[in-house]
């Protein structure tokens, strides 16, 4: 069966900092790129940041370019999302997936987790 398991969400002010982790099993974790997401209440879903499996490249959407960083942890089977300068835009629910294609398109990811609340005050 496969799981992704989010971490680490919660409360924070402006300024500050979080790090999310996506604990991936059920599959083949060396073979799958990993994508953030993100939904805020009454928006669409947006893509946060991914990782490929294939050489580690990594992409970030324009909104958190510079203070949000993805890595992964192969041995783990994890993958997190480190955020810094968090700004009161950044609350929603984040969620990893996982799929077989590199981008930020969430059509492409076949595999979901549940969701972490990222809050961030003013």
């Known amino acids: 069966e496969v799981q992704l398991v989010e971490s680490g969400g919660g409360l924070v002010q402006a300024g500050g900092s979080l790090r999310l982790s996506c604990a991936a099993s059920?599959?083949?974790?060396?073979?799958?790129?990993i994508g953030w997401f993100r939904q805020a209440p009454g928006k669409e879903r947006e893509g946060v940041s991914c990782?490929?499996?294939?050489?580690?490249?990594?992409y970030y959407a324009d909104s958190v370019k510079g203070r949000f960083t993805i890595s992964s942890d192969n041995a783990k089977n994890t993958v997190y999302l480190q955020m810094n300068n968090l700004k009161p835009e950044d609350t929603a629910v984040y969620y990893c997936?996982?799929?077989?294609?590199?981008?930020?398109?969430?059509?492409?990811?076949?595999?979901w987790g549940q969701g972490t609340q990222v809050t961030v005050s003013s």
């Open positions: 997936a996982a799929g077989y294609h590199y981008g930020l398109d969430h059509d492409e990811y076949d595999y």
């Open positions: 059920g599959f083949t974790f060396d073979d799958a790129n």
């Open positions: 990782i490929s499996s294939n050489d580690g490249s990594t």
